[in-house]
């Protein structure tokens, strides 16, 4: 029952290669599911913070407001602003980065 010997060896490779294979196909793919997971929950806050400054000024006097609002991982700038086209609306943006550097802008047009 001994005749088996050398195949130790070739199992071990072929299980090794497997699974570096396994982690180079999956690793990235992790990374990347990452790192839209923190865009879509940097856009989900940022349409929050959007609503409520609208929110708050709906029923304010028609003034232009901008702030910054620091999170924990990005930094967010808000505006509103009477509608140009309209006194009767406002306009409201929201600025940030996602985790690719990229500027991303949200605006909203309400009615006063």
Do not use: W
């Amino acid at each position: 029952m001994n005749t088996e010997k050398g195949y130790v060896l070739a199992d071990s490779l072929a299980a090794f290669s497997l699974i570096l294979f396994a982690s180079l196909v999956l690793l990235p793919s992790f990374i990347h599911m990452e790192t839209d997971r923190l865009d879509v929950r940097r856009e989900i806050k940022a349409y929050h913070i959007l609503f409520e400054d609208l929110e708050r000024h709906m029923h304010a006097a028609p003034i232009a407001d901008t702030k910054r609002i620091k999170d924990l991982s990005c930094t967010y700038v808000t505006s509103v602003k009477p509608y140009p086209e309209n006194p009767d609306y406002m306009e409201g943006c929201v600025s940030y980065e996602n985790s690719k550097n990229q500027t991303i802008s949200v605006c909203e047009i309400i009615k006063r």
